[in-house]
Every structure is written in structure tokens, then in C-alpha cells.
């Protein structure tokens, strides 16, 4: 079985900053693609940045300048610096990681529970 346990959500000001985490562990042969996805009160679930296995990043236009997406495949462990928060980063932060194992060697989906970000004064 495999676990994502994502963390570093919280309520920040405007301008501020926050890290998000999210480790992944279990029966893992290896791990392809990991990003973050979020979603917004009343709003579809939208790709924030994801990064591949080989260090290609792409990240959503509302975000670039202002976030970093990182990994360390040592841990297993993919981030992401939020700086310069906005009102409109409000959302729920979701790691998304496809996760090969000895069942599925051509890899899986896989979702945290997802982390809660509030923007706010």
C-alpha cells in the first residue's frame, strides 16, 4: 500500500508565504510525476505545478514568479514555496503522485487528503 501524508496548509496574510510537504511511503518501486492541484469553493480542481521524475516543471500562469514546486526522491517528498499569497490562492492544496509498485509497475494515480490554504487579513 502506499500513503501520501501532505502538511503546511494554515491561514497566511497577503504577501505572505507558506511550504507545503507531502511524503509519500509504502511498497513503492518508484514515483514518475508529482504535483499539486487545487481547488476552490465553487470552482473545478485546477493543476497549480507538477514536476517530473527527470525535473521537467510546469506550473498553472497564476502562479508562476510567485511558487516553486521541488522534490527530494531521497525522501520521496514533493513541495511547494507559496510566496506572495493572494486572496485567490484560497483552496484546498491536493499532491498528486504517480507512484509505481510491484502490483502496478506502469504506475498509479495517487491523492492526498488534500491541505487547506486560507489567504486572508
Known amino acids: 500500500q502506499v500513503q501520501l501524508v501532505e502538511s503546511g496548509g494554515g491561514l497566511v496574510q497577503p504577501g505572505g508565504s507558506l511550504r507545503l510537504s507531502c511524503a509519500a511511503s509504502g511498497s513503492i518501486l518508484r514515483i514518475f510525476d508529482m504535483g499539486w492541484y487545487r481547488q476552490a469553493p465553487g470552482k473545478q480542481r485546477e493543476l497549480v505545478a507538477c514536476i517530473t521524475s527527470g525535473g521537467t516543471i510546469k506550473y498553472a500562469d497564476s502562479v508562476k514568479g510567485r511558487f516553486t514546486i521541488s522534490r527530494d526522491n531521497a525522501e520521496n517528498t514533493v513541495y511547494l514555496q507559496m510566496s506572495s499569497l493572494k486572496p485567490e490562492d484560497t483552496a484546498v492544496y491536493s499532491c498528486?503522485?504517480?507512484?509505481?509498485?510491484?502490483?502496478?509497475?506502469?504506475?498509479?494515480?495517487?491523492w492526498g487528503k488534500g491541505t487547506l490554504v486560507t489567504v486572508s487579513s
Open positions: 498528486n503522485v504517480i507512484i509505481a509498485t510491484r502490483e502496478a509497475v506502469l504506475g498509479i494515480n495517487y
